[in-house]
T-cell receptor, first 114, second 107 residues
Framework: SAVISQKPSRDICQRGTSLTIQCQVD?????MFWYRQQPGQSLTLIAT?????????ESGFVIDKFPISRPNLTFSTLTVSNMSPEDSSIYLC???????????FGPGTRLTVL | QKEVEQNSGPLSVPEGAIASLNCTYS??????FFWYRQYSGKSPELIMS????GDKEDGRFTAQLNKASQYVSLLIRDSQPSDSATYLC???????FGAGTRLTVKP
């Protein structure tokens, strides 16, 4: 498995502001993903973070709202832009290492938007 | 039809019993299947992966896969209170998660 850290672990933000979440892995990984988990719900894939190119977004998620960067093989950021209370959720990064397709999850960022 | 469906739960079993969790999926081309456990307030952690039809055992956990019927299940033998969590079924390649089944093991 990989050691994955996320910053911040939690935050409370005001409506209309933006928050950038960082995901750091202890070694190079093949793929990185961002998920959202709303209260009492399962995980929903937001996008695949591609190293050196634009992220691949799932249906219902757009770059203007959730810009993603992945400057190298161990780091990615997700920004939640122009937040509203509906964005209150846990945001999780996950990684795949090597030639497997097993995903390992970071500890998550709990976001509350007032 | 949802891509990955799990029995809705919640599921309650007495300590020492077998807990059975089921999952069906819609994409016949899926090749990889995973079970994750998620404790309240924590991120999902991998329990098992399974790729071939049949059973795969790891300690008290057994995953079963039937691609013809498009279902995958997880059996937990000798259930312990520490097994109380939400169990998520996931189907690759672009991983889709089921809604999860909340399991409670009563001492």
């Amino acid at each position: 498995s990989a050691v994955i850290s996320q910053k911040p672990s939690r935050d409370i933000c005001q409506r209309g502001t933006s928050l950038t979440i960082q995901c750091q892995v202890d070694s190079q990984v093949t793929m990185m993903f961002w998920y959202r988990q709303q209260p009492g719900q399962s995980l929903t894939l937001i996008a695949t973070a591609n190293q050196g190119s634009e992220a691949t977004y799932e249906s219902g998620f757009v770059i203007d709202k959730f810009p993603i960067s992945r400057p190298n093989l161990t780091f990615s950021t997700l920004t939640v832009s122009n937040m509203s209370p509906e964005d209150s959720s846990i945001y999780l990064c996950s990684v795949i290492r090597g030639n497997t397709d097993t995903q390992y999850f970071g500890p998550g960022t709990r976001l509350t938007v007032l | 039809q949802k891509e990955v469906e799990q029995n809705s739960g919640p599921l309650s079993v007495p300590e020492g019993a077998i807990a059975s969790l089921n999952c069906t999926y819609s994409d016949r081309g899926s090749q990889s299947f995973f079970w994750y456990r998620q404790y309240s307030g924590k991120s999902p952690e991998l329990i098992m992966s399974i790729y071939s039809n049949g059973d795969k055992e790891d300690g008290r956990f057994t995953a079963q896969l039937n691609k013809a019927s498009q279902y995958v299940s997880l059996l937990i033998r000798d259930s312990q209170p520490s097994d109380s969590a939400t169990y998520l079924c996931a189907v690759s390649s672009v991983m889709r998660f089921g809604a999860g089944t909340r399991l409670t093991v009563k001492p």
